[in-house]
């Protein structure tokens, strides 16, 4: 945390460099010593530490200024920390001016000059202001600010892609008083809200992904135009194959489109990982993936989307979404899945406004005391009811079949008979989201079981439907792919004639290998891929051994 600020104000330089050296000397070990002989100066100084989340514990001024009265300065500088301490500083004919302003001001104390020795006129007296303001100083949060709407899709895709990138923020409503003094302080109107807010009191008015990923000393862009192997997808596998292609001493680099982690990033709580008896949370995997990640060296480019991979010379040429072109020897495909769209009216209108896809660990703490809808009966749905739950007032999971037995792992079935606010309804979709034009209000729910429509109140849907494979960017032909659009690899190339011409090698594919020699797939894109993240991460570091297989036949 920063030292706090005790800034002085005095005309005469003398004075001043005596006040300084008598500060430094009892307050340097706990608070910065900032002073200056210019009042006007001293408010632009004021304004701008306002502006970088900085602190001032206590003002001292002068009171015969030429610029101003130090009562003046005192004044003016209030509204930008109002709980600081206040001291005038003045001689003996200025005491009336200095008792006037212990009403018009607030002022806390006045000391006469001079204040020889420090050790009883001044210290003793500034002890016990400092002391005052800190039982009531609750440190303001260091670090990004986000300043929004809630129900902006905006806003929710900026908090979204910091939580999924692990960088701490603090959301600040722009309706509120707090968010409109935020606002004011630094010049920002609605229209370009979200406002970013940077620990260094600089601001990012409306960015996007590559720019605040910039801001935030993240590349956007490749270092090199060659590589051993490139990893197209930040997940489980790709931050494993990531992990023992470094480790192994490959020039790597790993491409994310938003962060990384992928789905699995995104869980609350990952209670079956081997190695983890109490779970671990998606995000403390991450952290720790990513951490032995960038250990070995491994460059990562986010958020950067591919657009286009082709095949030249035995080289892979990969095209990423800003036109630039990067080559590699091998390529590994770790793309993995996301959550199909939800066909519910309305569901479009309101995604990012009330509709989430995932994302129950960044609006969770929004919906605190609300009725929140929870569709789909998988493990994800399940871990983000389970969060939910300890926020919301009720949390009802809406799932097609009759119960959650098919579709869920029993140890979750199980957390979620034991807590009081969660409710399953079986035989039960939602046709339709209403609302206003800024937030979700209410529900069409179809009884599928007895067939007719009812309506709820709503605050909030979360959506954990099925999952399709994020592979769209792929020329079809070029990869092979199967009727759901996952990547077909190893054996099941050769499963069919048909599928067998698309090998065009003497050898047989390696296990993980796609249609084209040297590109791989690993986790939950690969067809038949098990949807586990201990398989995904097992599929990720097997890729790599492949990777040294064919770089040793080329």
């Known amino acids: 945390m920063k030292k706090p600020i005790i800034l002085s104000v005095d005309d005469d330089q003398q004075v001043l460099r005596s006040l300084k050296r008598d500060l430094r000397n009892q ?46 300065f005192l004044e003016k500088a209030k509204p930008f920390f109002p709980k600081a301490k206040r001291a005038l500083l003045t001689a003996y004919s200025d005491t009336q001016a200095a008792i006037k302003a212990i009403n018009d001001v607030q002022l806390d104390y006045y000391l006469l000059k001079p204040w020889d020795p420090p050790e009883e006129k001044l210290y003793p007296v500034l002890d016990e202001l400092l002391e005052d303001w800190k039982l009531n100083f609750r440190p303001e949060f260091q670090g990004i600010k986000v300043v929004g709407y809630q129900y902006s899709p905006k806003s929710h895709n900026i908090k979204d892609w910091l939580a999924a990138n692990l960088k701490p923020y603090q959301w600040v409503d722009a309706y509120g008083e707090r968010g409109q003094k935020l606002l004011e302080l630094h010049n920002c109107g609605n229209k370009t809200l979200p406002l970013v807010i940077m620990e260094d009191g600089s601001t990012l008015p409306d960015p996007s992904l590559p720019e605040l990923a910039e801001r935030l000393g993240m590349s956007a862009t490749a270092a090199e135009e060659l590589y051993d192997v490139v990893i197209v997808g930040g997940g489980p596998a790709g931050m494993a194959a990531a992990v023992y292609g470094g480790s192994e001493g490959l020039k790597t680099l790993l491409i994310e489109k938003r962060a990384p982690g992928g789905q699995a990033g995104t869980s609350s709580r990952i209670e079956n990982y081997l190695g983890f008896p109490s779970g671990l949370s998606g995000a403390e995997l991450t952290r720790r993936a990513m951490a032995q990640t960038l250990r070995f060296g491994v460059e990562v480019v986010s958020p950067r989307e591919v657009s286009d991979v082709r095949v030249q010379d035995n080289y892979k040429i990969i095209t990423l979404d800003d036109g630039a072109e990067v080559r590699a020897k091998a390529l590994i495909l770790t793309t993995g899945v996301q959550y199909r769209h939800w066909p519910a009216e309305g569901a479009d209108k309101f995604t990012g406004a009330g509709v989430y896809y995932g994302a129950a660990m960044t609006e969770a703490k929004a919906c605190e005391n609300q009725t929140i809808y929870v569709v789909g009966g998988g493990n994800s749905a399940g871990q983000g009811a389970v969060y939910l739950s300890k926020f919301a007032k009720e949390v009802h999971i809406m799932i097609r079949r009759p119960d959650l037995t098919s579709s869920m792992s029993s140890y979750l079935i199980d957390q979620i008979d034991g807590i009081d606010n969660i409710f399953v309804h079986g035989h039960r979709e939602i046709v339709k989201v209403c609302g206003d034009d800024d937030r979700v209000e209410r529900l069409v729910i179809r009884n599928l079981e007895e067939d007719y429509n009812f309506e709820e109140p709503a605050d909030a849907v979360f959506i954990f439907i099925g999952a399709r494979p994020r592979t769209e960017w792929i020329e079809r032909g070029q990869i092979l792919t199967d009727e759901r659009g996952f990547v077909v690899t190893g054996r099941d190339l050769m499963a069919s004639q048909e599928r067998s011409k698309n090998w065009p090698l003497e050898r047989g594919p390696f296990l993980l290998e796609t249609c084209q ?38």
């Open 27 to 72: 307050y340097k070990d706990d608070y910065r010593i900032i002073s200056t002989i210019s009042a006007q100066e001293a408010l632009e100084a004021v304004e701008e530490l306002k502006k970088k989340g900085e602190t001032i514990a206590l003002f001292l001024s002068d009171q015969r200024m030429p610029e101003m009265l130090g009562v003046e």
């Open 517 to 554: 020699p040297g590109i791989f797939a690993a986790g939950d894109v690969r067809s038949g891929a098990m949807n586990r993240v201990a398989s995904a991460v097992g599929e990720g570091a097997m890729a790599i051994k492949f990777v040294h297989q064919y770089l040793a036949e080329t």
